[in-house]
């Protein structure tokens, strides 16, 4: 499974709307495998009781197992009628173009976002993607139609990072256009204003919207096992700093962990759910391990 | 301070690699595009002073660590006039030159200063740390180089410094320190060290200024004098002389022979019995000097009578000391039967020509009742006279006041001389210069053309009264043996010395004026002699004949011409060849020798050689003082004797200033034994101290480096 995955993470594959298509089926479809519920299943509207058909139902609540065994029209009818809506939240920053591989955070994200949309529409539900830096750069509206998968596929593919970041902003303009019973997903390395992140989280939730943050880093950016001279250069017009890493590695992983566990804890603060997304680690352990923990905590 | 391979020090350009590496790692950088720079930002704030500091650090520990190498293969050396202290300074390539001299037989009474000496030797051998190299001279009159190059075998070293022995032989130290920087030449990259253990006698140092030159043009050896413990004061008397008076030895003739007893100690001598004793016989003659003061010398003249001719060993001997070998001093000599002199005077029956009469009364200064027993048998005879008689039966050929020779009587001189007789010439006032001059036989043979006599005009020219060169006249040399310079003259023949293209037949001056002409001149020829004086042995000209030398010098004169009794030609310095011609009966017959290291018993000396069809014995084991006899079987006589006697300069034990062999460099003399001569300061090679602090520096820097690397 594993190595199907990293074969699947191909960022010439990525880069494509197929086959980026294709990789997030290939996950998805094998975390299915064995499994008897889908963890999204509690986005779903809750089944009700059958009801006679009659003319201008919409054919597709008809129940055509029903029909096929007993050659009545029942229409299926729902506690509520309205389905939970994912809002995929994308940073697209140049933050995200850093990987110490070939598969860099973006290409990550996007496979993420892939999944999580062939999951979300495989199980009828509504999806919005918005992919963001400054400003929204690639916004996909809300639907429930399977067929838009391949162009979600498609714009996911073809975004490429260009600037800085405003994540903060980003998520507050999103808060205002939200209805109840949606869900947002933030695929992002976090690199931004923390305080104004957390009010934009805040605000999200206060409006009763579940946020699961998917905090994705480079295994480079978690270990910096970088020797000799090194200049580094800012990806978002920062500084360049020349040093010797091994000597300051100490210092640097002290105030990474420190980022990393301030993030943990604005999730925590927030009852939002953290995702820690290493690059190095296989896509489909992360997403698997996170569904899984999802499910059980929905079953209890 | 100073510094043994200075070169080296050029490595401390290397300071600049690590600086440059240092240089070259700041621009060798990778450069990484990089998402968390503020984290990075924060963490290269807080710890780029301290990057700096360490970086710092660690370039001035390699620098450091470069310096440090750099001092300890250059050789630092502190306190370089210092004596070397060679123990644990790392292996060493050494010469050792044990001086051999007599006068290292000095004993105080225990041990002799060439025991000290091995000692001393043996000691710093043993003190040598492992690796290093010896080699071992020993220093004679001739440099002995039983080790010559150095070895690593260290006990091979102790065990022939143990089995060495003093010589009789002087020492000459330049030529061994000479030897030993050729030894050491190959040793680049060594320390390298000449060890001289000798007790500095004055003499054995003859010309400092060059071994110094020596030793500046080979910077890298160092020199080092050890003194086995000579001391100030120490007492010697000594027989400095021995030879005999008379110019010819013949039997049963009173004999006179000077010994000169020399006082080198402080306190004055008194009751220094004397003897002379002749072969293995007792004393013969004896004399008790009353009293010899420090630094003088008393000429003594003691008289031999030998019974029959041949030769004869002579000892004289003054009661042992510390140094006993120059207590006994051998003479050899060859004593003649008689001796036929012809005196050739123009007239030889006018009893009123004087030319004769003051040479034969001279040659044989005895009463008219004694002369039929005296050695000399004496002829004088008319020019016409060497025409035809056999001139081969004289020892020595006058020719006094004799005007010309006929070519008949020029001929048959000229082969008797070229044959080995000797000719003395006395021109008159009857010569005409140009008939011994233009002569076409007796020209040739003359060791100096004639001028034409000087007029007499009142002034009287005088023979020079000190410093004569030859071995004639060398006897007045000492002024307690009388003066030439009362010979006075007022008229003579001016001589021009002859060229002559020969060295070996070169004319030597026997005497000179005062105003630096020659009076008298001999020279080679054949296997003869010519002596050609300025004047005649008549008192026409000079008082050169009723002077009381003039009876010496005549006497000098045939012991030089007289071919069987020179007995310069039986003295050797120790280590010489000796060779004499025997008769050619003797040929291939076996020797017996009677030798000092015999014990005076007979012991084998080989054969009679034939050189070249001459019939020589040769003899090379000379190095003992004393008296070699040499004998064939049923022949009670020996056939031939030599002396080998001690050079006069080895019983002088006055040391050379400590300031003179200072001068030698960096090094001064040091003591085998401390007790005697106060420390003097070590001089020190630090190079381990630099290695070692070289090693910790690597080690600091390396420990550093380590931790620095840590990431903090």
Request: aromatic share 8%.
């Amino acid at each position: 499974m594993a190595h199907r995955t990293k074969n699947l993470l191909d960022p010439n594959a990525i880069a494509k709307g197929e086959a980026l298509g294709v990789i997030a089926r290939g996950i998805v479809e094998g975390y299915r495998v064995g499994e008897h519920r889908s963890p999204f299943h509690g986005f779903a509207i809750e089944f009700a009781q059958h009801r006679e058909y009659t003319s201008g139902d919409d054919l597709r609540h008809l129940d055509w197992k029903v029909l096929g065994r007993t050659d009545r029209y029942y229409i299926k009818q729902y506690e509520q009628d309205t389905n939970f809506v994912a809002h995929l939240v994308i940073d697209g920053s140049e933050s995200m173009k850093y990987g110490s591989s070939e598969l860099t955070k973006i290409d990550y994200a996007k496979v993420l976002a892939a999944c999580l949309a062939y999951l979300v529409l495989g199980q009828s539900d509504a999806i919005s993607m918005n992919i963001f830096d400054t400003t929204i750069r690639e916004r996909f509206e809300r639907t429930d139609n399977r067929n838009k998968i391949h162009e979600i596929m498609h714009r996911l593919a073809t975004f490429e990072p260009a600037h800085g970041t405003d994540t903060a902003r980003i998520l507050h303009d999103l808060a205002a256009t939200l209805k109840s019973r949606s869900i947002v997903i933030l695929i992002s390395d976090l690199f931004d204003d923390e305080e104004a992140l957390q009010r934009s989280i805040e605000r999200i939730r206060f409006q009763g919207t579940e946020v699961i943050v998917f905090h994705v880093l480079d295994h480079a950016e978690i270990e910096f096992p970088f020797t000799g001279t090194v200049r580094f250069v800012g990806l978002e017009d920062g500084p360049r700093v020349q040093t010797n890493p091994a000597s300051i590695r100490k210092s640097y992983l002290e105030a990474f962990n420190a980022f990393r566990k301030r993030m943990r804890a604005l999730c925590e603060r927030c009852s939002c759910h953290y995702v820690l997304c290493d690059t190095a680690q296989p896509l489909h352990e992360t997403l698997s391990e996170y569904l899984a923990f999802r499910q059980n905590h929905r079953s209890r | 301070m100073t510094f043994l391979a200075p070169a080296v020090l050029a490595g401390a350009a290397a300071i600049a690699a690590p600086i440059a590496i240092h240089l070259l790692n700041k621009t060798r950088v990778k450069v990484v595009r990089w998402a968390a720079m503020r984290f990075l930002q924060d963490s290269v704030k807080k710890n780029q002073r301290r990057l700096q500091i360490e970086d710092l650090i660690l370039l001035l520990l390699r620098c450091l660590l470069i310096i440090l190498l750099a001092l300890a293969f250059a050789r630092f050396v502190l306190n370089p006039g210092g004596a070397l202290d060679s123990a644990g300074s790392g292996p060493v390539v050494a010469v050792i030159i044990l001086d051999q001299s007599a006068s290292m037989g000095q004993s105080d009474g225990f041990q002799t200063r060439f025991d000290k000496a091995r000692d001393a030797a043996a000691k710093r051998i043993s003190e040598m740390d492992a690796g290093s190299q010896v080699a071992l001279f020993l220093a004679g009159s001739r440099v002995n180089q039983v080790i010559p190059r150095p070895v690593t075998n260290l006990p091979l070293v102790r065990r022939t410094l143990d089995v060495a022995a003093p010589t009789d032989q002087v020492s000459d130290m330049g030529a061994g320190i000479r030897l030993a920087l050729d030894a050491l030449k190959p040793f680049a990259g060594s320390r390298k060290e000449i060890l001289v253990f000798s007790d500095n006698q004055a003499s054995a140092w003859p010309d400092i200024e060059k071994i110094q030159s020596w030793l500046n043009e080979s910077a890298d050896v160092e020199l080092q004098v050890v003194d086995p413990g000579a001391m100030a004061g120490e007492d010697n008397l000594a027989i400095t002389a021995l030879r005999q008076e008379s110019g010819v030895l013949a039997a049963d003739q009173l004999s006179g022979f000077l010994l000169e007893v020399s006082n080198f100690g402080t306190v004055p001598a008194s009751g220094v019995r004397v003897t002379l004793a002749v072969d293995d016989g007792p004393p013969v003659d004896e004399v008790v000097l009353e009293n010899l003061e420090p630094g003088a010398s008393r000429t003594i003249r003691m008289n031999v009578r030998f019974p029959h001719p041949g030769f004869f060993t002579l000892r004289a001997g003054i009661p042992a000391d510390r140094l006993p070998v120059d207590n006994e001093r051998a003479i050899a000599v060859r004593v003649i039967e008689n001796m036929n002199v012809a005196i050739v005077t123009a007239d030889p029956k006018a009893k009123s020509r004087r030319d004769g009469f003051f040479l034969a009364n001279a040659l044989m200064p005895v009463p008219v009742s004694r002369r039929a027993e005296y050695f000399l048998k004496i002829e004088t005879v008319a020019p016409d006279w060497l025409a035809s008689a056999d001139l081969s039966r004289q020892a020595v050929i006058f020719l006094a006041n004799v005007p010309k020779l006929d070519a008949t009587a020029a001929k048959n001189l000229e082969t008797y001389v070229r044959e080995g007789g000797s000719l003395v010439i006395f021109p008159g006032a009857e010569v005409q210069p140009a008939a011994y001059n233009e002569d076409p036989i007796l020209g040739p043979m003359l060791p100096a053309r004639l001028g034409n006599p000087t007029p007499p005009d009142g002034k009287a020219l005088a023979w020079q009264g000190s410093d004569y060169p030859h071995p004639v006249t060398a006897l007045w040399n000492d002024p307690a043996n009388g003066n030439l310079g009362t010979i006075r003259t007022t008229k003579h023949f001016p001589l021009t010395l002859a060229s002559t293209k020969d060295s070996a037949s070169a004319p030597r001056i026997i005497v000179n004026y005062t105003d630096g002409t020659p009076a008298a001149i001999e020279t080679a020829y054949g296997q003869g002699r010519v002596v050609l004086f300025s004047g005649p042995a008549s008192t026409d000209w000079s008082n050169l004949p009723i002077h009381p030398n003039f009876v010496p010098l005549l006497q000098r004169l045939l012991g030089f011409l007289a071919p069987d009794a020179d007995s310069n030609a039986l003295a050797l310095e120790p280590g010489g060849i000796f060779q004499l011609k025997v008769s050619p009966d003797l040929a291939g017959r076996e020797l017996t020798a009677i030798t000092p290291a015999s014990d005076g018993n007979p012991r084998p000396a080989g054969k009679v050689e034939l050189v070249n069809q001459e019939a020589v014995v040769r003899s090379r084991d000379t190095a003992k003082t004393g008296s070699y006899r040499f004998f064939v079987s049923g022949l009670e006589a020996p056939v031939a004797a030599f002396a080998v006697q001690l050079d006069a300069k080895e019983s002088d034990l006055q040391t050379l200033a400590l300031e003179k062999l200072a001068v030698l460099g960096s090094d001064t003399p040091m003591a085998a034994n401390d007790a005697v001569t106060p420390p003097a300061p070590v001089r020190r090679e630090l190079w381990i101290f630099f290695l070692s602090a070289a090693f910790v520096v690597a080690l600091i820097e390396m420990g550093l480096a380590h931790r620095f690397s840590f990431s903090k």
